[in-house]
């Protein structure tokens, strides 16, 4: 058979397994008590791989019905059961494909048969600047506690300073739509969702441990989850005054911790 010259990707669970094509289903099997059958493509690198148990093309009519590629990493994540972690992989597709999902995910390939390329970083699944986006989130815990001191240090000044910031967050909608549209445009809309829990969950963490309040607490996740998508779309909002003012909103510049240099 002849090689397919396109690389697309594929994400798996940490143990090299492919989830399941469908969430539901695959809950729906498991009440039942039935096998899910996978397919581990650490055990298959540079072989080509059928589907062990394909299902009807191209529906989606078992809980793992065909192999589901993505020709834009930075969406990849938003099928997966189990979240991050991930490991990524570069497959190539042979024989006949499709894509159910039409005009509205022409990111997204089905096929029933690959060809296991090689094991690629991980961050990509994240798009482009994946890596730059769990670099902050690995930073935050230190972060969450350099923030929640500023505040036991001085309340009132603190609680002014981000009382303005988040004021001018709600006018420009900096979060909600800049980042939310920009990362929609550029597919990166699940990387993005993805990031923001993480970067959600890893401050209220920290700032839990550190001894914040409810009120420090909200603005320290705020803050986390603003500093990450502006790192992650960093690319995308840079052009013209306006927009550098937006992105400086998230990046956090203006108050008094200092946010991390780019690279």
Known sequence: MARSTRRVYIATRPDGTVPPTDNYLA?????RGETIPTVNLADHIGQIVDHPSPGQKWYTDKPFSYFHMYTRPGEILERIEEGWPVRLWIVE??????NWGGHHSPYWLMSQQIHVVEETEAWRAFGHRGAQALTVIAQLPDFARQWAAQWAADPEGTRRTYAAW??????TRALDWWAHYRAEYSRRAAGLKTADQLADETATQA???AGADSET???IRLRARCLVAGQLLHDRIRYGDYEKTVRALLLGTRLDTPAPALT
């Not at 988040?166 to 006018?171: C, G, H, P």
């Open 27 to 31: 809950q729906y099997a498991r009440e």
């Open 217 to 219: 607490l909200a603005a």
């Open 93 to 98: 597709p042979l024989g006949e494909t499709g």
């Open 207 to 209: 700032a839990t441990s």
């Open 166 to 171: 988040e004021n001018r967050l709600t006018r």
